[in-house]
């Protein structure tokens, strides 16, 4: 099969592709971190829960299987990480809880709930940052003409014919920007979020 047809999901779960888990790992560290410091933690445990959970995720990540359902891969992380910081709650069940941690107890508690607030925010962060992240992973593979006449066009909102007069380009080469870079763009985000 060839490499550039999978995914970076399909890449990153096959135990010889270590520079495609470093990537799943660069994209996700980010976004995992912003989400354990919304949860009254200290740094260092906030450090230690999002290797806990990409220690899960590496672990059972050639067993996950795909529903074909939008989100899916989604779902399962956010699971994953709501159960690491329902055991960390736990375990500090007899200290005692710092401000607001009982709300976000129940915070996580919607988290677990598809249909929730809670659940519904965590699928709009988690697809703008993997889009933004997968964007500047995609970017070194086009020239720079390229990748400016898709950013004017969907990036800024730019018409085409308004791109290809500001750039001196043929009108085509503003559409062949666009499909090739979202085409890239879609291989890479296949299963990690719903629609490019």
């Given at each position: 099969?060839?490499?550039?047809?999978?995914?970076?999901?399909?890449?990153?779960?096959?135990p010889d592709d270590a520079e495609s888990w470093q990537r799943l790992v660069s994209l996700y560290t980010p976004l995992l971190k912003a989400?354990?410091?919304?949860s009254f933690l200290q740094d260092a445990d906030v450090d230690d829960l999002v290797q806990e959970v990409l220690l899960t995720v590496s672990r059972e990540l050639p067993n996950f299987e795909h529903s074909g359902?939008?989100?899916?891969?989604?779902?399962?992380l956010r699971t994953v990480a709501v159960h690491r910081l329902q055991h960390h709650w736990r375990s500090r069940q007899q200290q005692p809880l710092a401000r607001g941690a009982s709300s976000f107890l129940d915070e996580l508690n919607q988290l677990e709930d598809d249909a929730s607030a809670a659940s519904r925010e965590?699928?709009?962060?988690?697809?703008?940052?993997?889009?933004?992240?997968?964007?500047e992973q995609v970017r070194p593979r086009f020239q720079p003409q390229t990748w400016e006449a898709f950013r004017r066009q969907m990036l800024d909102g730019q018409r085409p014919?308004?791109?290809a007069a500001q750039m001196g380009i043929p009108i085509q080469a503003v559409y062949v920007a666009r499909s090739r870079v979202l085409s890239a763009l879609r291989r890479e985000a296949e299963g990690l979020i719903d629609h490019v």
């Open positions: 099969m060839n490499e550039t047809s999978l995914s970076l999901l399909g890449r990153a779960r096959r989400w354990m410091r919304r359902r939008p989100g899916a891969f989604r779902h399962w965590w699928n709009a962060e988690h697809d703008r940052h993997v889009v933004s992240q997968l964007l014919d308004a791109v």
